[in-house]
């Protein structure tokens, strides 16, 4: 088959400026080429990017509800815990799980004995007792409690839940 008769079968698209090779219309004129200072990203990376992203957050959100979990089991049957007075000698600090959850039991210096969630009352991280200030620090988002669960400072508008306490003889018992 010559060079002529190929053409005729396959005639090439034509590229005139403006006109579609299949129906002979104008085209609207496509602006190729970017503005400057935008990074024209193809269809693949946009695509990527997406991918990255939506794995992005939900990598962080498996993350912050693996925390939670740890951070707060969840509340059970809330058994009273019962300790002896021998157990909490004056000036110190127990921890107990009531409820699934840490309690620190204190008998301050003078014998009163009282109880507190160790559970933050913003998005249920826990707090730590910082001895040498007299607080309590929930790491999670840097707030603050009094050592009887009073918020100082943060994100938390309500004090850490206090846990009745009942003494009879020399049993000690939290919650109930
Ligand atoms: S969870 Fe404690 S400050 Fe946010």
Redesign the pocket.
Same mark, same amino acid.
């Given at each position: 088959m010559s060079e002529e008769e190929k053409k005729d079968i396959n005639p090439e698209p034509q590229e005139g400026p403006g006109e579609n090779p299949e129906n002979g219309e104008e085209k609207e004129p496509v602006d190729i080429l970017p503005e400057p200072g935008v990074k024209r990203v193809n269809r693949r990376g946009f695509i990527g990017k997406v991918l990255v992203g939506a794995g992005a957050a939900f990598g962080l959100e498996l993350g912050y509800a693996g925390f939670r979990l740890m951070a707060t089991k969840p509340v059970g049957e809330k058994k009273p815990v019962q300790l002896s007075l021998s157990q909490l000698p004056e000036g110190s600090r127990t921890t107990v799980l009531y409820g699934g959850n840490k309690v620190e039991v204190i008998r301050d210096e003078h014998g009163r004995i009282s109880a507190l969630s160790m559970v $933050?009352?913003?998005?249920?991280?826990l707090?730590i007792w910082k001895d040498e200030e007299h607080t309590y620090h929930?790491? $999670?988002?840097?707030?603050y409690f009094d050592e009887n669960g009073g918020v100082i400072s943060?994100?938390?508008t309500q004090p850490l839940e206090e846990i009745p306490v009942t003494v009879s003889g020399n049993t000690v018992t939290i919650g109930g």
């Open positions: $933050c009352t913003h998005l249920g991280c707090v929930c790491p $999670c988002h840097d707030a943060g994100p938390p």
